[in-house]
């Protein structure tokens, strides 16, 4: 190549080409490197740009000076933000190295200057919109991922990871490892569905539960689409989880309190239709015999007040599911403290609960259920003594009415006698 070509090729270039000795002066530069750095070829030094800098600005020039003072061999594409004489600012990539002539005389650093600003701004927008991505799924819980299948990758936004109480580092990014983070009874059904999207629609839909490292049990609302080729081959899937604990938690309690309102409504009108006690607990044990959540089991009677417990026939207890036997120990201590007392089921999952029945404070009879629960909460314990309230009144009404016919009978004794007395 001749001497003339080159310094076409030189002078043409879109890159600017700066050859800078250790000290900072300046050997040469093209007509691109004096546009980029807003500087004549004359006034196009280190100190210059130096001055021209800010304060990390400054900072990088001067260890880059030092650099070239102890033979640094140099290096590609440092990012770097030039200020110019005239206000305005140009990134630029920056890769430098030392330059020798034919006769391997060291000449200096030879800088090329391309510039970035366009790739560097699109850079930022896309660095901007990430974070407000992730700020979006912050806000939503809501994470994203994808599994490209070739590779068998799956790879999780960093809000996924926070939902699920993971690091990077903890987890398989592989499709099996996805599907081990879910609960372990879901996991058949949830694999069913992702199989079922792969050969159907190429969608799916589903809520499930996950465990955390934590032991954390969390509700996911999962939602994803399947990638294909040309062929209809499967490619990548695409997926979001978004963490909907709380929103479980306010429809569970919401159905928990209309199935309270509507047991007690039921309770309500077995009291109300009954004119005995026995009459009203029959219609109130079918009536929590026909909830999943109760199942009643025993009724207990003292036949004189220090005399023992015994069990009441009444209407036989479902068979399926299962309820407990009657536990004489509780009912003993139910009735000796005047409390509602709970205990440990056989039933995994299920509790014992004894409820007094009072008439003036005095306890008359004592209610035994069986519970889909280990532990009462305020709402359920409110809900009991509500319902003893309305059963300790039919008592009352029925007892009243006894005395009320009693009193007749002995009115109308009386009068008989009377009659007899006044006949003689």
Same mark, same amino acid.
């Given at each position: 190549?001749?001497?003339? %070509? ?48 800010? *304060? ?12 070239? @003072? ?57 660095? =901007? ?55 372990? $009874? ?68 919401? $159905? ?10 039921? =309770? ?17 044990? @079918? ?30 207890? *479902? ?49 035994? =259920? ?10 359920? @314990? ?8 309305? %059963? ?33």
């Amino acid at each position: 190549m001749d001497d003339a %070509l080159a310094r076409h090729l030189v002078a043409a270039s879109r890159d600017g080409l700066w050859l800078v000795t250790p000290d900072g002066t300046t050997v040469y530069a093209n007509e691109r490197a004096e546009e980029l750095s807003g500087h004549a070829r004359d006034e196009l030094t280190l100190a210059a740009l130096r001055e021209l800098s800010d *304060p990390q600005g400054k900072l990088d020039l001067d260890a880059h000076l030092l650099e070239m @003072r102890n033979d640094h061999p140099g290096r590609e594409n440092d990012e770097v933000l030039l200020h110019r004489p005239d206000g305005s600012r140009v990134w630029i990539l920056v890769s430098w190295s030392r330059a020798h002539d034919d006769d391997g005389r060291f000449l200096g650093y030879l800088h090329r200057l391309t510039e970035y600003t366009e790739r560097r701004e699109l850079l930022d927008r896309l660095s =901007m919109r990430e974070k407000e991505l992730e700020s979006a799924q912050r806000i939503a819980r809501l994470g994203s991922w994808t599994w490209e299948v070739a590779t068998d990758t799956v790879s999780w936004s960093p809000e996924l990871f926070s939902i699920y109480g993971l690091t990077p580092d903890d987890f398989d990014s592989t499709y099996a490892g996805f599907l081990a983070r879910m609960h372990p $009874d879901e996991r058949e059904q949830i694999a069913a569905k992702i199989e079922r999207a792969i050969e159907g629609d190429g969608e799916y839909e589903y809520e499930s539960r996950i465990l955390t490292p934590q032991g954390t049990t969390r509700w996911l609302r999962s939602r994803g689409v399947i990638d294909r080729d040309g062929t209809g081959g499967l490619v990548a899937m695409h997926g979001t989880c978004q963490d909907i604990t709380a929103l479980r938690a306010v429809s569970e309690a919401a $159905d928990a309190a209309t199935t309270r309102l509507r047991l007690l409504h039921e =309770m309500a009108e077995a009291s109300n239709q009954s004119t005995t006690l026995l009459e009203a607990l029959t219609r109130a044990g @079918r009536a929590l015999d026909e909830s999943s959540d109760w199942n009643s089991t025993a009724l207990w009677v003292r036949s004189r007040r220090d005399g023992d417990l015994r069990l009441v026939d009444g209407p036989a207890p *479902p068979t399926t599911p299962p309820v407990a036997p009657p536990d004489l120990a509780l009912a003993e201590a139910c009735w000796a403290s005047g409390e509602l007392t709970t205990a440990a089921s056989g039933s995994p999952g299920h509790a014992i609960v004894c409820l007094p029945i009072r008439i003036e404070g005095r306890v008359i009879c004592v209610v035994q =259920m069986e519970a889909a629960t280990t532990e009462l909460d305020e709402a359920t @314990r409110e809900l009991l003594l509500q319902v003893a309230g309305q %059963l300790g009144r039919v008592a009352e009404r029925e007892n009243i009415a006894t005395e009320l016919s009693e009193a007749r009978d002995e009115a109308m004794e009386a009068s008989a006698q009377k009659t007899a007395f006044l006949a003689t």
